[in-house]
């Protein structure tokens, strides 16, 4: 169950499905056309989220990753969600709750509550 909330929250908090269904795409470059083109790239992560991966010293323990702060971000709030075993259990009871439809709707503008 822990592995299919991390997936979740993963899928939901990283978007790698956007809410215009567009996907996250992983992107290898070279150091070399990282020097050349760094502000492209770096205003294409931005827009996009997609990840760029630079392979150094053809050791896969040595590569960089270049995510964006809104990617970052995410990242840091689902390792936060799922630090401690109590937040692995709400995240697990909420998930719950959600797929057996037992939410409440609230609207921040009329302040109503709706129990579903």
Excluded: W
């Excluded at 689902?78 to 709400?90: C, D, E, I, V, Y």
Aim: glycine share 2%.
């Amino acid at each position: 169950m822990i592995k299919e909330a991390l997936h979740v929250c993963l899928i939901k908090m990283r978007s790698f499905e956007c809410t215009n269904s567009c996907t996250v795409i992983m992107k290898t470059i070279t150091i070399s056309s990282l020097r050349t083109k760094m502000k492209a790239y770096f205003d294409g992560v931005s827009k996009s989220q997609d990840i760029l991966i630079v392979p150094r010293n053809n050791k896969e323990e040595d590569a960089i990753v270049i995510i964006s702060i809104k990617e970052y971000n995410a990242l840091t709030e689902t390792g936060h969600l799922l630090s401690t075993s109590a937040n692995q259990k709400r995240l697990e009871e909420s998930i719950k709750q959600l797929h057996s439809g037992n939410t409440i709707a609230y609207s921040f503008d009329e302040k109503d509550v709706t129990v579903h």
